[in-house]
């Protein structure tokens, strides 16, 4: 059930719009107090800790026991289409899953914040099948601007982990 | 502590707004894989899937161990005004907790999101005492057009299940 | 792994802007029916209950099992400057944490909703390094208008409890 080997994902860029208000650091902490069992299961930080300014802002994964956080995950490159966009933000999503021994067919809940609700069907023509047949259960709302860098979509997610 | 019954909930219609956008399944599957015990859950999917061109989009429920993630409800019907959405919104949520072994009463947490910040007292008019008298923590914001359909609010939860 | 002793936090003003729509009770309620174990987590309400014309309407902090749920902080005060909101939104997060068992060091996931987008920048720098070098996963949006009372930010959080 716990991740026996130290997980050190590669240099990721968070994106033009973000990676000029912060840098992303390389350094993988886990936290094997966990080993004490299932019984009182720790946090683990496995994903890629983002810094502003060489100080930790927050993590691209978390793991607490059979539960993996993954952060929200934006696409602010061109073109700033809805339908490419969701399918950098989904890739992103399905590489942090991954990397962290979780899946798209293990993910438990999404949160889809558009910038424009004018966007969700093109956003759903991405986004259908592929959390397989079995897909976890979705939140979406539109936040007019309110997706920081320049991404037409973030999500977010909640997965359960091996 | 797993559903040893197989659920299949009747059809049911997400919204007028959203009705028009995908179709609703009435395929239930279940993840029995988790019977290999509560050290290591498997995600179940419980609830309804609701599916946009025949495939799969998004569950209405998911389990995973003892807790319990529902998908977001809105309210897509006349009268378009805060207390009867909210009414619906709250009915609706109700249903599937106890479909699929919870109650309002196990919420852990909700995410309210309301169209318009005007409707907050009003929200607060129909929710309050709903969840019995040990509530859930609750986030409320308002995303001005945010909720997709013609729902004057929308809500998530988390809830704890036997 | 069970909070063995009755908590009972003191009188917490939720802000200006709210406590004109409500008011706060000083009941915390222990569902102590968890004592079952592990195999079978309850819901632990062990947060203050916010109410509503004296109905519960939400609850600070919702245990369940080793999952610690936090409900949404807000600043409702002057000064109307976003570090200064961040700041107190921050110190009520720690506040619940502490009080209810658990750390800013195991928080999970952080959920941030501001205001105005263009607060982003000056949220990080106060944000930054708050919960130790193991960061929790953050999604940040911005609602315009949305965040209720007066508060430039809002945030809500999920942790670990021992």
Redesign the interface.
């Known amino acids: 059930?716990e991740n026996t080997t130290t997980r050190r994902a590669s240099f990721k860029k968070i994106g033009m719009g973000l990676a000029a208000?912060?840098g992303v650091g390389t350094v993988s902490?886990i936290?094997k107090k966990s080993s004490k069992g299932?019984?009182?299961?720790?946090?683990e930080?496995i994903?890629e800790?983002v810094?502003?300014?060489n100080?930790?802002?927050?993590?691209?994964?978390?793991k607490?026991?059979?539960?993996l956080?993954?952060?929200?995950k934006g696409a602010h490159v061109e073109p700033f289409e809805i339908k490419a966009h969701t399918e950098i933000v989904l890739q992103e999503l399905q590489k942090e899953l991954e990397r962290n021994g979780s899946s798209m067919?293990?993910?438990?809940?999404?949160?889809v914040?558009?910038a424009d609700?004018a966007d969700?069907?093109g956003m759903?023509?991405i986004?259908?099948?592929r959390?397989?047949?079995?897909?976890?259960?979705?939140?979406?709302?539109?936040?007019?601007?309110?997706?920081?860098g320049k991404s037409l979509v973030?999500m977010?997610c909640?997965?359960?982990v091996?």
Do not use: C, W
């Open positions: 059930m208000l912060f902490a936290d299932i019984v009182n299961p720790k946090k930080v994903g800790i810094t502003d300014q100080v930790p802002l927050f993590s691209g994964a978390v607490h026991g059979n539960t956080y993954i952060a929200g067919e293990q993910v438990l809940k999404v949160n914040y558009l609700l969700y069907k759903n023509e986004f259908r099948g959390f397989g047949k079995n897909p976890p259960v979705r939140t979406t709302v539109a936040t007019y601007g309110g997706v920081p973030e977010d909640i997965a359960a091996d």
